[in-house]
């Protein structure tokens, strides 16, 4: 938590916080999520959520490398954002296409999403079958928006 404290000390704070109502507590909180590179001019792949309101975005890869990274569109109905990166022999993953998909085949994602808390770069991995293409799912009742399109 990081606090912002008229008195120059975190000493007095306790004693005078209720005497200045303008007084607040401002809490930073870090977001984390996966993506990958898809070209070799440092352009990634992520989710809209992830990098959504972000002030700052860092993209740590699995070889310890870091970099700074800015957001050059998103789109929040689909989910997806991409973000640029300046760097050298990125690791670039190879994009195929849903249109050769087929219900029944396995699929699989990695990704590392809690890897920052853990202080780890390994990814997790999950496995599953995908059972349906073309999909268009409803995203909540509070949202009303519907994710097009989709595979499941």
Known sequence: M??????????FEPFFRDMIPSYRYREQIP????????SPKGYVLTNEHVVSGAEKITVILADGRSFTGKVLGSHPQYD???VKIEGENLP???LGSSSDLMVG???IA???????????????VTAGVISATARDIKAGSSSGGIYKNMIQ
């Open 2 to 11: 990081v606090q912002s404290t008229p008195f120059g000390s975190e000493f």
């Open 31 to 38: 977001g984390m999520g996966s993506g990958f590179i898809i």
């Open 80 to 82: 997806v954002a991409i």
């Open 92 to 94: 670039v993953a190879p």
């Open 105 to 107: 085949e396995w699929a």
């Open 110 to 124: 990695i990704g590392n999403p809690f890897g920052f808390l853990l202080n780890d770069t390994q990814p997790t």
